[in-house]
Protein backbone atom coordinates (compact mmCIF):
# COMPACT_ATOMS: atom_id res chain seq x y z
CA UNK A 1 0.00 0.00 0.00
CA UNK A 2 1.37 3.54 -0.92
CA UNK A 3 1.73 6.08 1.82
CA UNK A 4 -0.51 9.35 1.82
CA UNK A 5 1.76 11.60 -0.31
CA UNK A 6 2.23 8.43 -2.76
CA UNK A 7 -1.41 8.01 -3.28
CA UNK A 8 -2.48 11.78 -3.83
CA UNK A 9 0.80 12.16 -5.79
CA UNK A 10 -0.09 9.32 -8.31
CA UNK A 11 -3.98 10.55 -7.98
CA UNK A 12 -3.13 13.80 -8.94
CA UNK A 13 -1.42 13.17 -12.29
CA UNK A 14 -5.01 12.58 -13.50
CA UNK A 15 -5.36 15.90 -13.31
CA UNK A 16 -3.09 16.27 -16.36
CA UNK A 17 -5.44 14.27 -18.40
CA UNK A 18 -8.73 15.38 -17.21
CA UNK A 19 -7.05 19.15 -17.96
CA UNK A 20 -6.27 17.78 -21.52
CA UNK A 21 -9.77 16.29 -21.97
CA UNK A 22 -10.65 20.09 -21.55
CA UNK A 23 -8.06 22.33 -23.29
CA UNK A 24 -6.23 19.69 -25.27
CA UNK A 25 -2.42 19.76 -25.49
CA UNK A 26 -0.90 22.51 -23.72
CA UNK A 27 2.55 22.98 -22.54
CA UNK A 28 2.64 22.32 -18.26
CA UNK A 29 4.16 26.37 -18.20
CA UNK A 30 0.82 27.45 -19.71
CA UNK A 31 -1.40 29.64 -17.28
CA UNK A 32 -5.21 27.53 -18.65
CA UNK A 33 -2.93 23.85 -18.54
CA UNK A 34 -1.66 25.72 -14.30
CA UNK A 35 -5.35 26.50 -13.64
CA UNK A 36 -7.16 23.55 -14.82
CA UNK A 37 -4.40 21.12 -13.22
CA UNK A 38 -5.02 23.39 -9.35
CA UNK A 39 -8.85 22.84 -10.09
CA UNK A 40 -8.80 18.94 -10.39
CA UNK A 41 -5.91 18.44 -7.83
CA UNK A 42 -8.61 20.28 -5.82
CA UNK A 43 -11.57 18.50 -6.28
CA UNK A 44 -9.88 15.08 -6.79
CA UNK A 45 -8.80 15.05 -3.36
CA UNK A 46 -11.93 17.00 -2.23
CA UNK A 47 -13.95 13.73 -3.74
CA UNK A 48 -11.35 11.28 -1.86
CA UNK A 49 -11.52 12.50 1.45
CA UNK A 50 -14.83 13.12 1.35
CA UNK A 51 -15.42 9.69 0.19
CA UNK A 52 -12.89 8.46 3.70
CA UNK A 53 -14.69 10.77 5.72
CA UNK A 54 -18.48 9.20 5.19
CA UNK A 55 -16.97 5.52 4.82
CA UNK A 56 -15.67 6.16 8.53
CA UNK A 57 -18.25 7.71 9.61
CA UNK A 58 -20.33 4.74 8.62
CA UNK A 59 -18.09 2.23 9.58
CA UNK A 60 -18.37 3.81 13.12
CA UNK A 61 -21.98 3.79 13.07
CA UNK A 62 -21.99 7.48 13.47
CA UNK A 63 -25.20 7.42 10.99
CA UNK A 64 -26.21 5.01 8.43
CA UNK A 65 -25.40 4.60 4.64
CA UNK A 66 -29.71 5.27 4.18
CA UNK A 67 -29.31 8.72 6.31
CA UNK A 68 -26.07 9.95 4.66
CA UNK A 69 -28.61 9.13 1.68
CA UNK A 70 -31.18 11.04 2.39
CA UNK A 71 -28.75 14.32 3.63
CA UNK A 72 -26.97 13.64 0.65
CA UNK A 73 -30.19 13.97 -1.47
CA UNK A 74 -31.15 17.34 0.79
CA UNK A 75 -27.96 18.59 0.00
CA UNK A 76 -27.77 18.51 -3.88
CA UNK A 77 -31.21 19.58 -4.07
CA UNK A 78 -31.06 22.64 -2.18
CA UNK A 79 -27.45 23.41 -4.43
CA UNK A 80 -29.23 22.57 -7.71
CA UNK A 81 -32.06 25.19 -6.57
CA UNK A 82 -29.52 27.85 -5.76
CA UNK A 83 -28.30 27.34 -9.31
CA UNK A 84 -31.71 27.78 -10.59
CA UNK A 85 -31.62 30.83 -8.68
CA UNK A 86 -28.48 32.09 -9.95
CA UNK A 87 -28.92 31.59 -13.77
CA UNK A 88 -32.61 32.82 -13.90
CA UNK A 89 -34.46 30.66 -17.14
CA UNK A 90 -32.37 28.04 -16.74
CA UNK A 91 -33.62 24.86 -14.81
CA UNK A 92 -32.27 21.34 -14.44
CA UNK A 93 -33.84 18.27 -15.96
CA UNK A 94 -33.52 14.42 -15.98
CA UNK A 95 -32.38 14.83 -19.49
CA UNK A 96 -29.85 18.31 -19.32
CA UNK A 97 -30.57 21.61 -18.80
CA UNK A 98 -33.89 23.34 -19.56
CA UNK A 99 -33.69 26.65 -20.83
CA UNK A 100 -37.48 27.88 -19.63
CA UNK A 101 -36.90 31.58 -20.73
CA UNK A 102 -34.00 32.02 -23.49
CA UNK A 103 -34.16 35.72 -22.82
CA UNK A 104 -33.73 35.22 -19.14
CA UNK A 105 -30.67 33.09 -19.61
CA UNK A 106 -29.32 35.11 -22.62
CA UNK A 107 -28.96 38.24 -19.94
CA UNK A 108 -27.35 36.17 -17.44
CA UNK A 109 -24.57 34.75 -19.97
CA UNK A 110 -24.39 38.50 -21.41
CA UNK A 111 -20.12 38.94 -21.26
CA UNK A 112 -19.02 35.41 -20.92
CA UNK A 113 -16.14 34.01 -23.45
CA UNK A 114 -17.55 32.68 -26.59
Known amino acids: MPTLEQAINRLNHWGML ?66 EKSFPGVRSGDDGLIFTSPAAAAEVMKGWPQ
Request: glycine share 4%.
Open 18 to 83: LTGRIVGTLRSEDPRSKGYRDLFQKFLILRAETTALSNLLIAKRVFTMDEFTRQLTIEVTELDRAY
